[in-house]
């Protein structure tokens, strides 16, 4: 089998960690993984394929602790950057199998692997990968749009059928969709129907019920089954994170969220997907900043290495 295709970074890596050699990825509780890919579907706002690289540029170096954890992140967790997975622009399907071979090859290593998208639709192969190494996932699915629903007329894969095609797949043990809210296509009962695989948590929900409560509930929907969290940027309202690929109106604040992914401990994911970020629509630089939050959040979830033998004879790579 041929070696997965990685490109470099325009920019160096998330936050300066080092990049990822033969030797030092097998030493990683974390990875970062960049899919440069969007669907091209979007009428308006497109540009999420240059998000990757985007984030790696809003994080630092020298900004490294959150205010609430003694953990330094970056260290205890001997976090690599991959790079980015060289993806074909317009050629869904060989760039999905590219994504998948690349997560899966992460994976592989032991690592968790924190992807940086690319837009929603990328999801689709890393469950994918995640899922043939680790069986049926429990998936937090943080996002304005269920994207669980057929368009017609706009062909298999789009940003809004990632998680119907996972059902379809057998990907999914169940998935909880927090956020949603907004205009959208048809009612919500009748874009999810009565599929049970899926719970449905409104922008309206939380906000009554308060982060706490909601990430509580989410827990016990997800069990102990292998967690996989999918944060799409859109979830904040466009106020916070104007540089998305749909945002929506009415969306909670930057307080809320980032309360909301806290308090999910101690639930730590096997995958951290996070997506829909859009440089072009990014002027003020707020979006790709908020995402890189979003990552130091998501690496805090992780819990210390637990490190399997390096095998023998391994292929160097990246």
Do not use: K
């Not at 590219?98 to 992460?106: D, F, H, K, Q, T």
């Not at 699915?141 to 797949?169: K, M, N, Q």
């Amino acid at each position: 089998m041929r070696e997965t295709p990685w490109v470099a970074t325009e920019l160096g890596t998330f936050a300066g960690v080092p990049r990822a050699t033969a030797e030092n990825r097998w030493h990683a509780r974390a990875a970062i993984v960049g899919l440069p890919f969007d669907m091209g579907t979007n009428p308006a706002r497109i540009g999420c394929r240059q998000g990757p690289d985007h984030i790696r540029r809003s994080s630092s170096p020298d900004r490294r602790f959150l205010d609430h954890s003694p953990r330094d992140l970056l260290r205890e967790l001997a976090v690599v950057d991959f790079g980015n997975v060289a993806v074909v622009p317009s050629r869904v399907e060989e760039s999905f199998a590219r994504i998948e071979a690349a997560v899966g090859e992460v994976l592989a290593t032991g690592a968790v692997p924190v992807t940086l998208g690319g837009d929603g639709s990328v999801s689709l192969p890393v469950l994918r990968a995640a899922h043939a190494r680790l069986g049926p996932l429990a998936v937090l699915h943080v996002d304005a749009h269920t994207d669980a629903f057929d368009v017609p007329g706009t062909g298999r894969y789009t940003t809004a059928t990632t998680f119907l095609r996972a059902e379809e797949e057998g990907l999914l043990a169940t998935v909880v969709h927090v956020g949603a809210r907004g205009l959208g296509l048809a009612p919500r009962a009748e874009v999810l129907g009565t599929r049970g695989l899926h719970q449905v948590i409104t922008t309206d929900e939380l906000c009554a019920a308060g982060p706490a409560e909601v990430a509580a509930r989410v827990r016990e929907a997800l069990g102990d089954r292998p967690a996989y969290l999918c944060w799409d940027m859109d979830f904040f309202d466009p106020a916070s994170a104007p540089g998305v690929a749909a945002p929506e109106w009415g969306g909670p604040d930057t307080r809320t969220c980032l309360d909301f992914l806290r308090a999910l401990a101690p639930l730590s994911p096997v995958v951290a997907d996070i997506n829909t970020v859009s440089p072009p629509h990014d002027s003020s630089g707020l979006t790709g900043n908020l995402a890189a939050r979003v990552v130091f959040e998501c690496l805090n979830l992780i819990g210390p290495p637990v490190r399997a033998a390096e095998p023998a004879g391994r292929s160097s790579g990246a």
